[in-house]
């Protein structure tokens, strides 16, 4: 894949200036890109949530442990999850979709409109253009994992509140506990955040490469695809930002 192929997979045509000058032709070459647990234990802690709205299931067991049960398990029980707020308005949890096994984990920061109607992550505009990034990386969709911070859509598309993203935070462990990514990427800055527990702004956070919590997975940071829809002039950072990633999928 060249970062002509990835920009034009993402919706941008590069034109640069070849050896005639006035001369305009589409470029072929990237070669200036080429730069560049503890397994978390999964306890639900249902004391922890902080929230006179929270409502527990009586299906789930105040001291229940997701720490042993498969992804479809884990799946199943946040299906009918109370715990927080964002329960009451949602019409489908979001639980995540993609392979579980995959090596390749994309981490968005909640669902939207068309993610809470359908009950899947990534499925409205900003899925399209991610569904085109993946691509652009030579990986079909259903080859990775994509997920969110949350599982239920924030009212408004509002940011997780803090407490939103705890409460929801054990799904999130196990879901990384089991698939073992050997790359996440973190989409947007309230992902990358929370992730990397951080307030530093995306601009900053995306100029490294960490390893997730106390794991050997690898993390990158990018731009969420829905700022990208915002700000196409970003995109080529963020190809900056996949070819990090392809780098480690490769090595
Ligand atoms: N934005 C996100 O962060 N997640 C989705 O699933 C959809 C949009």
Redesign the pocket.
């Known amino acids: 894949m060249s970062k002509d192929a990835f920009l034009s997979a993402m919706g941008i045509e590069v034109y640069r200036l070849r050896t005639q000058p006035g001369k305009l032709q589409q470029s072929d070459a990237d070669s200036e890109l080429q730069e560049s647990a503890e397994q978390p234990s999964i306890t639900f802690d249902y004391q922890n949530t902080e929230s006179s709205q929270v409502t527990v299931a009586p299906s789930i067991p105040a001291t229940d442990s997701l720490a042993e049960l498969s992804l479809r398990a884990v799946a199943n029980i946040a299906s009918t999850c109370k715990l927080c707020a964002l329960s009451n308005e949602r019409t489908n949890v979001?639980f995540g979709s993609g392979s579980e096994s995959a090596d390749l984990m994309f981490i968005?920061?909640?669902?939207?409109a068309?993610?809470d109607k359908q009950g899947l992550?990534?499925?409205?505009k900003?899925?399209q253009l991610l569904t085109s990034m993946i691509a652009a990386l030579g990986l079909n969709r259903d080859a990775v994992y994509?997920c969110?911070i949350v599982k239920c859509r924030p009212p408004r598309n509002r940011d997780p509140l803090p407490i939103e993203a705890k409460t929801c935070t054990p799904y999130l462990r196990r879901q990384i506990e089991l698939i073992q990514p050997k790359v996440i990427v973190a989409?947007?800055r309230?992902?990358a955040q929370l992730l990397l527990d951080s307030e530093m702004p995306l601009g900053g956070l995306r100029k490294q490469t960490y390893k997730f919590k106390d794991t050997e997975i690898d993390l990158v940071v990018t731009y969420?695809?829905?700022y990208l829809l915002r700000k196409p002039t970003e995109k080529a950072k963020s190809w900056e930002d996949l070819w990090k990633v392809r780098q480690i999928l490769q090595g």
């Open positions: 979001v968005g920061e909640g669902p939207g068309e993610e992550p990534f499925v409205g900003a899925g994509i969110n989409l947007g309230v992902s969420h695809p829905a």
